[in-house]
């Protein structure tokens, strides 16, 4: 899992500026706008198996979008949608089907910084260990 969030990471900072592109828990405590927060699950329903087997799983990117304006949620969320949308990523030891918007990114006021907006972008994607795609 930790090299196909690494991939998305890498993917969004490809797509806009990577100064500005944080993973979960590091984004700097007053963060310049606008900024993108990458989160990635593999917690999707069908990954849950009685047997606990390894095999193709189904990944969720949560992409955060803050900027100051709407306009500026939207331009991330089309920066978003050129690393995401219609591309699979490429991650060590596996192979990945191209992403598809699951949410579209909606702006809406952001609670916990006064002054700027927010959205949530999600995009969905199966991922398959390589040796199992090979065979």
Known sequence: MQAIHKAAVAAMKAAYVSSRVYE???????????????????????????????????????????AETAAGVLFLAQKADDAFLGRSLTAAGWDSAKAVRQVDANPTRDPAGPGSMYALATYVFEATPASEAES
């Open 24 to 66: 979960p828990g590091l984004v700097p405590v007053n963060p310049a706008l606008p900024y993108v927060v990458v989160n990635t699950s593999a917690g999707l329903p069908r990954n849950y198996t009685l047997g606990s087997s390894a095999g193709s799983r189904g990944i969720r990117l949560s992409i955060q979008l803050v």
